[in-house]
C-alpha cells in the first residue's frame, strides 16, 4: 500500500489537475452559449449561431473517446504519470490560444476552423486525462476506500464550474460592447498561467502501485484496445449506457440551460452564472459525502439512487425553469448540479474502474465514459435546443433526460463488478 503522504499528494494533485482540465472545457462551453455565435458564427442567424457554437462545443465531447484510446493505450503500458502531465499541456495550451484567436470579422472562415481545431485538441486531452486521474487515486486509495479517493478528482469538476463561472462573470460585469471586443479572451488567456501551475505539481506525484506492480511482473499488455474489445466488451457496453444519464443532465444544465434563460427566458445572465456557482459549490463539498456513502453502501447503490432520483424529478425540474420566474429557475439549477449530479459522478469512478482488470484499466475506464459522454453529453444541448425549437416547451427536454436516466438505471442493475481497483 502507498504510505499515507504518498496518498495525500496524489489526492491533492489530481483534484487540482483535474479543476485546471476541466476549467479549460468549461470556459469553451460557457462562451459558446454566451459570445462564439456572435464573434465565430456573425453571418448566421442568431438561433442558427448559437446551434453552430454548441455543435463546436459538442465537438470536443466527440473527440474524447480517441483520447481514451490514444491515452488508455500508454497508460496502460507505460504508466499513468506521463500521460497526466502530456493531457494538461494538450488541454491547456491550445486554450489559452483561444484567448488570443482573431474573430470572424478579422480572418474569416479560419476562424471558426481554428475554434474547431482547439476544440479537437481539447476533447482528447480530457478524453485521456480524466481515466488517468480517477485512475492514480483510486489505485492508491486504501482497501475499501476506492469510492472517497475515487470523488476526489471528481471535486475538479464542480471546482472548474466555480472557476469558470466566477471568470465570466467578472468579465460580465463589463459594458456589453467591451465584453464582447475583448472581456471575454480574459478566463481564456487565464489558462496559460493554470496550465503551468499544473504541470509543475503533477510532476511531483508518483506512479500508481498497482501499475508499478503490472510492470514489473511483466503484465503489460501490448495492444490493451485489442484486450477490452476481445474479453471486456460488455463492461464497456454497460459503462457506457451507465454514463448517459449523469453527463446529460450535466451538460442541460451546464450549457443548454444557460443559453435558454438567458435567450429565450431574457433572464440576467448574472442570475444563471450565479446559481450555476452555488449548484457547483454543493456539488463540491458533497462529492466526498457521496463518496464515503458507496464506500459504506456500495457504488452501485448509491449510483442508482441518484439516476432513480433523476427520472423521478427530471420533467418537474424543467417545468420549474420554463416558468421564468429567477427563484424558481434558481431552485431548478442548484437541485440539479449540487444535489442530483455528486450522487451519480462521486461513485463513478471506483465504480467503473472496478469493471476492469489492471493492465487494461485506462483503456476500458477511459472508453466507457468518453464515449458514454460523446453519446449523451455531446448530443444534449443540440438536442435539447432542437426539441425547444420544434414544440416551443422545455418540457420534452425534461422527457428526454428522464429517457436516458432509465437507461442508465437498468444499466448499473445488470454490472457485475468483479475488480478491485483499491490498493491492496
Known amino acids: 500500500m502507498a504510505p499515507a503522504s504518498s496518498r495525500t499528494l496524489v489526492a491533492c494533485s489530481t483534484m487540482i489537475g483535474t479543476t485546471i482540465?476541466?476549467?479549460?472545457?468549461?470556459?469553451f462551453g460557457t462562451a459558446s452559449a454566451l459570445i462564439f455565435s456572435k464573434v465565430y458564427f456573425p453571418s448566421f442567424d442568431p438561433a442558427v449561431g448559437t446551434l453552430l457554437a454548441l455543435t463546436t462545443f459538442a465537438v470536443g465531447l466527440f473527440a474524447r473517446p480517441f483520447g481514451a484510446i490514444l491515452?488508455?493505450?500508454?497508460?496502460?503500458?507505460?504508466?499513468?504519470?506521463?500521460?497526466?502531465v502530456a493531457g494538461l499541456l494538450l488541454m491547456g495550451i491550445p486554450t489559452g490560444v483561444i484567448g488570443v484567436l482573431p474573430t470572424y470579422d478579422q480572418i474569416g472562415?479560419?476562424?471558426?476552423?481554428?475554434?474547431?481545431?482547439?476544440?479537437?485538441?481539447?476533447?482528447?486531452?480530457?478524453?485521456?486525462?480524466?481515466?488517468?486521474?480517477?485512475?492514480?487515486?483510486?489505485?492508491?486509495?486504501?482497501?475499501?476506500r476506492g469510492g472517497l479517493f475515487g470523488s476526489l478528482p471528481q471535486m475538479g469538476c464542480p471546482a472548474a464550474l466555480i472557476l469558470s463561472s466566477v471568470a465570466f462573470s467578472l468579465v460580465g460585469l463589463l459594458p456589453a460592447d467591451q465584453f464582447e471586443a475583448w472581456g471575454w479572451r480574459l478566463p481564456f488567456i487565464a489558462s496559460f498561467v493554470l496550465?503551468?501551475?499544473?504541470?509543475?505539481?503533477?510532476r511531483k506525484v508518483n506512479e500508481s502501485p498497482s501499475f508499478k506492480k503490472l510492470s514489473a511482473t511483466g503484465g503489460v499488455v501490448?495492444?490493451?484496445?485489442?484486450?477490452v474489445f476481445s474479453k471486456h466488451l460488455g463492461a464497456v457496453v454497460l459503462g457506457t449506457a451507465a454514463k448517459l444519464g449523469e453527463i446529460t443532465l450535466f451538460w442541460l444544465f451546464a450549457i443548454f440551460v444557460l443559453s435558454y434563460a438567458t435567450g429565450k427566458l431574457q433572464l440576467p445572465r448574472s442570475e444563471v452564472l450565479n446559481a450555476t456557482t452555488v449548484g457547483a459549490v454543493i456539488m463540491f463539498l458533497l462529492m466526498p459525502v457521496c463518496g464515503i456513502l458507496s464506500d459504506k453502501f456500495g457504488k452501485r447503490m448509491v449510483f442508482n439512487a441518484g439516476t432513480l432520483l433523476l427520472m423521478i424529478s427530471a420533467v418537474p425540474l424543467f417545468l420549474l425553469i420554463e416558468t421564468g420566474r429567477v427563484e424558481?429557475?434558481?431552485?431548478?439549477?442548484?437541485?440539479?448540479?449540487?444535489?442530483?449530479?455528486?450522487?451519480?459522478?462521486?461513485?463513478?469512478?471506483?465504480?467503473?474502474?472496478?469493471?476492469?482488470?489492471?493492465?487494461?484499466?485506462y483503456t476500458?475506464?477511459?472508453?466507457?465514459?468518453?464515449?458514454?459522454?460523446?453519446?449523451?453529453?455531446g448530443i444534449a444541448p443540440i438536442v435539447a435546443t432542437a426539441l425547444l425549437g420544434q414544440f416551443g416547451s422545455a418540457v420534452p427536454v425534461g422527457l428526454y433526460l428522464a429517457a436516458v436516466s432509465l437507461i442508465?438505471?437498468?444499466s448499473v442493475l445488470a454490472m457485475k463488478p468483479r475488480h478491485n481497483a483499491s490498493a491492496e
Open 21 to 27: 482540465e476541466w476549467y479549460d472545457f468549461f470556459i
Open 71 to 84: 491515452f488508455g493505450h500508454f497508460g496502460d503500458r507505460i504508466g499513468r504519470k506521463k500521460m497526466l
Open 109 to 144: 472562415i479560419l476562424a471558426p476552423i481554428a475554434l474547431l481545431l482547439i476544440r479537437v485538441c481539447q476533447g482528447v486531452a480530457l478524453g485521456g486525462e480524466w481515466g488517468g486521474a480517477v485512475l492514480m487515486a483510486v489505485e492508491h486509495a486504501p482497501s475499501r
Open 195 to 202: 496550465v503551468f501551475v499544473g504541470f509543475f505539481i503533477r
Open 222 to 227: 501490448q495492444i490493451p484496445i485489442a484486450r
Open 328 to 361: 424558481l429557475v434558481w431552485l431548478a439549477i442548484v437541485f440539479a448540479l449540487g444535489i442530483l449530479y455528486p450522487i451519480m459522478y462521486a461513485p463513478e469512478a471506483s465504480l467503473f474502474a472496478n469493471l476492469f482488470p489492471v493492465e487494461v484499466r
Open 364 to 377: 476500458g475506464l477511459s472508453m466507457c465514459a468518453n464515449i458514454g459522454g460523446a453519446i449523451g453529453g
Open 408 to 410: 442508465s438505471f437498468l
